[in-house]
């Protein structure tokens, strides 16, 4: 997302942070951010993911361009609750997801619900989704959304996505779309969905990655950080850390074509030579599978 106007304190403003901050205020950095725009009028939403507060007044039509940009079809988009879909995306899990009638899932860093309630629609009524995110705010208004879409096999869990609240081997499919680059600890977030998924159970997320290592201005850039640029991971660095996981059948694919908008997020700074929106796939192995030799 390009940076807040005047409905949204611009997060370029704050203090850069020092390499000694916290994981803690890494969080409460972008928890603040999006909770900001959760509580953002019609002129706050979307330009990208992000936050952001572009100059409209029509919020519906800037997130439906947005969400077209990044791969929704006009379908997707009339599927949803009004509200739910925030233009905060960059891409569109569900595409490579494959979700199948009665299939659980769950989405990693839910936001106002957008992607939990497309799920919903694929995996049917004997499916279920459950949304997590780490900001009240958006939890509050994905649990709005649902009740507005009398959506009944969805849910929404207040959690961070490093430690989920779920139990072990609940989900058939961990979804995310721009989220996982925003976490302190990466490490973290895979071992956590490999442990929440089923044997032969699914991983798959759009998310921005780096394509060069970042200067370091760039990753003390609070804007640049809560705008899913500044602490993107090498692509390389990513298939580390999911295979360190557990996972396997690791897949990243980068869309170069997704500079057309990274570039309107942070105008000015040239992040496209750094960071573009990549499909990230990976499965956990179905220990009966191997042991059988198959």
Known sequence: MSSPSSCCANPTTAASPSASTSHDDHR????????????ANTAAQGCGCGPSCCSTSDEGAVNALVSSRIGYSQEDMD?????????????????????????????LGSGGGFDCFLAAAEVGRFGHVIGVDMTPDMVSKARLNATKG???????????????????GVADVVISNCVINLSPNKPQVF????????????????????????????????????????????????EAMLQAAGFEQIRIEPKN?????????????????????????????????????V
């Open 28 to 39: 409460k950095n972008v928890r603040q951010a999006y909770a900001q725009v959760a509580n």
């Open 79 to 107: 599927r949803a609750p009004d509200g739910a879909d925030m233009g905060l995306g960059c891409g569109n899990p569900k595409a490579i997801a494959a979700l199948r009638p009665g299939e659980t899932v769950v989405d």
């Open 150 to 168: 009398e959506y009944e096999n969805v849910e929404f869990r207040l959690g961070e996505i490093e430690h989920l609240p779920l139990g072990d």
């Open 191 to 238: 071992r956590d969905a490999f442990r929440v998924l089923k044997a032969g159970g699914r991983l798959a997320i759009s998310d921005v990655v780096a394509t060069a290592e970042l200067p370091q201005a760039m990753r003390n850039d609070v804007g640049l950080i809560s705008g899913c640029m500044g602490n993107t991971s090498l692509i390389e660095d990513l």
């Open 257 to 293: 074509e997704s500079k057309e908008f990274i570039k309107d997020w942070a105008p000015g700074k040239n992040v496209t030579d750094y960071v573009v929106s990549a499909t990230i796939e990976a499965v956990k192995p179905d220990a009966r599978c191997c042991a059988a030799g």
